[in-house]
């Protein structure tokens, strides 16, 4: 099964794009969201991607009722395995953030896949200077307006290794320049009581990887043999309360708040029905689009469950 990623060719960076399918084109790992297909219309474009349904990062976490230092570093070695990939690859990915971490299906033990690769550079030199990424998963030598390397993904695995241990970013402020200045600075810390039960291997772990100078920061490599990440020494207390509670009040966006928002994927599933005349549109269609239209459009927020029962 398949889901298809629809562009608008108006509203969308040609470079961006091609630069998307060049680096899907090139990758094909299992914690990685695969390009299946390309084609494209007078107005728009399409992607058949690799059918993911398994929902976000931290709605699956608000569904666990119970979660570990172990299952945070089960989640993080994940991403880390696949990153270490598109660096052997000559590719950084360089938007990595929780948003962009989605389970590949709803099994418990499902795996975690990355997506969205519209930001992402393909480097044989090692060397990039153009300023982009998600404030707050952002790398100081970014904000520096420096040349950077891959280690700008390891400093945004950092960050979300930080959140998946307590529940709120490191870097938090309301002016958008103080916050700047705090990530420029690596000005993070580890609050009580928030931090008061995650062992001091975790904290040596996000040390590491949120180093303010590129080149004394983790690598993947490093990374994938540090001990907490393998498993050794993640704490199996279960510190879902605090965490689960944090994130709700910090990333409040998915099920929680139900802020659903179908009429913009129905209008434009009606759009592309006019567009192909009588080609049948299907129930398990209009799911399979829907949700990867929830997952391009920011501004829409769904959750569907899989109608199992469509052939």
Known sequence: MYALKCLKKKHLSCSNLENEITVLKKIRHDNVIGLEDFYETQTHYYLVMQLVSGGELFDRIIDRGVYTEKDASQLVRQVLQAVNYLHENSIVHRDLKPENLLYFDSDENSKIMISDFGLSKMSDHGVMSTACGTPGYVAPEVLAQKPYSKAVDCWSIGVITYILLCGYPPFFEDNETRLFAKIMRADYAFHSPFWDDISESAKDFIRNMMQKHPNKRFTTEQALRHPWVIGKTARDQDIYKSVSMQIQRNFAKSKWRQAFNATAAIKH????????????????????????????????????SDPSYCR
Request: hydrophobic share 35%; aromatic share 20%; glycine share 2%.
């Open 269 to 304: 599933i009606k759009k592309l029905q006019n567009t192909w005349g009588s080609y049948p549109i299907t129930v398990q269609y209009i799911y399979t689009h829907a949700q990867m239209y929830a997952l391009t459009h920011t501004n829409a927020n769904f959750h569907f």
